[in-house]
């Protein structure tokens, strides 16, 4: 029984300072972290940008997930499998957040139905050469509609 009593408020404050680290690596966190930051007219390069923290609003706490993002005619897209825990919660689109860097913005992402192809496509080329084995299980263009959602970030 000491044990217990002695184990049991390190076990939670390992499980809070988890959650306040999340989201690392495939493990969604709750909080967002960043400087809010006004949303610029134009994102500049972000060919070099590999990944961006999202926060999506849920029921009873929100998810922050660490995902890829491509820019394709100078705006943000993200892509995200329909199985994803956030997808689901986002469905058809909404109000997010997005890290990028230090800076974190309050975007709406909006589900994207046309020029899917060269979206998708930018999306392989991009992460293609650091993530070969993650790109070829990304579904043909003609599968992703079941699989996947691609959502575009615009200003709220």
Do not use: C
Request: glycine share 8%.
């Amino acid at each position: 029984m000491k044990i217990l009593k002695i184990a049991s408020p390190l076990i939670l404050l390992i499980f809070v300072v988890f959650l306040w680290l999340a989201p690392i690596g495939p493990v969604p966190g709750i909080f967002i972290g960043g400087t809010l930051t006004e949303v610029p007219d134009s994102w500049g390069v972000t060919s070099t940008t590999h990944e961006i923290q999202l926060k999506v609003e849920g029921d009873i706490l929100p998810r922050v997930v660490t995902i890829w993002v491509i820019q394709v005619d100078g705006e943000l897209h993200i892509i995200g499998s329909k199985e994803a825990g956030w997808v689901s919660i986002l469905g058809q689109g909404g109000a997010v957040q997005m890290r990028l860097g230090d800076k974190t913005y309050n975007l709406n992402a909006t589900v994207v139905a046309s020029n899917l192809d060269m979206i998708v496509k930018q999306y392989k080329d991009k992460y293609r050469p650091d993530y070969p084995n993650i790109v070829e299980g990304i579904p043909s263009l003609e599968e992703a509609p079941n699989y996947a959602m691609v959502y575009k970030l615009t200003k709220a």
